[in-house]
């Protein structure tokens, strides 16, 4: 495990996720926030990198940015390749649909879906119709018997493995996930973290923004992000 940060150009096969130089202002009334202050960061097929930093770093709207959720106002992201900063919306979602994987803390199920529904309409953004690795998916998180259950229905753990299971049900170049041991109990825990370790193990790419002492010693690098910059 390293720490590091890197401002390189990576625009090879092997790289999953490339940013460079991210800027994000936030204004309020007449207070404005440097949230991102020319970030760069990649992460390599096959690499799980863990990003730290105290609360208020910058890493929500680092991962925003990253999943083309929120655009960085200078810099840019490459997902597989493709550009995925400075696109109309619309092509923001279709990338983010095919390319990455997304778990945010405020959830990514649809309500009113169950599991099962969930990760299909995942697939179905995605462009996939191979529906038959849903019950492989609802394995690995350890959800078999869960598939036709309302997301209310779960509880906290399962949700959460609910909700990486429809991250990952596009099968994504890079997974992006916010504190994806967030709830869970030890065994679950190691669960996801086995899940994760497929992930690289499978050439894909893995960024979890994380305060856990074992997500972060499972990374292979670790990023701190302080006041919006990646420490040297
Ligand atoms: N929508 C917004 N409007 C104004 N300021 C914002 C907005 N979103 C974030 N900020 C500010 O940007 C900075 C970075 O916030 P961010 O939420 O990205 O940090 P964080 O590291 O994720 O914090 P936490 O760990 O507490 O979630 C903070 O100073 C925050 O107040």
Redesign the pocket.
């Known amino acids: 495990m390293t720490t590091t940060s890197t401002a390189a150009a990576r625009a090879d096969g092997a790289t999953a996720l490339d940013a460079r130089e991210l800027y994000?202002f936030?204004?309020?009334g007449e207070e404005e926030?440097?949230?991102?202050r020319g970030v760069s960061l990649h992460v390599q097929r096959g690499e799980t990198v863990a990003v730290v930093?105290?609360?208020?770093?910058?890493?929500?709207?680092?991962?925003?940015c990253l999943a083309g959720l929120d655009e960085p106002a200078g810099g840019y992201v490459h997902v597989g390749g493709e550009r995925i900063s400075h696109r109309p919306e619309a092509q923001r979602a279709r990338l983010r649909a095919r390319r990455i994987g997304v778990l945010l803390q405020s959830g990514n199920l649809i309500a009113h879906l169950d599991v099962r529904e969930n990760i299909r309409i995942a697939q179905a953004a995605a462009g996939r119709r191979d529906v038959s690795d849903i019950a492989a998916l609802l394995d690995g998180v350890g959800l078999s018997g869960r598939a036709h259950a309302l997301p209310h229905e779960l509880a906290g753990g399962e949700l959460a493995r609910a909700g990486l299971a429809v991250a990952l049900a596009n099968d994504p170049d890079v997974l992006l996930a916010?504190e994806p041991t967030g709830e869970l109990d030890g065994r679950t825990e190691q669960r996801v973290l086995d899940l994760l370790g497929s992930r690289s193990d499978a050439g894909r790419g893995v960024l979890v923004?994380t305060?856990n002492t074992e997500v972060v010693s499972f990374a292979d690098r670790v990023l701190v992000?302080r006041d919006?910059r990646i420490q040297p």
């Open positions: 994000r936030f204004r309020t926030t440097l949230a991102l930093g105290p609360s208020g770093s910058g890493k929500s709207t680092l991962l925003a916010d923004v305060h992000l919006g």
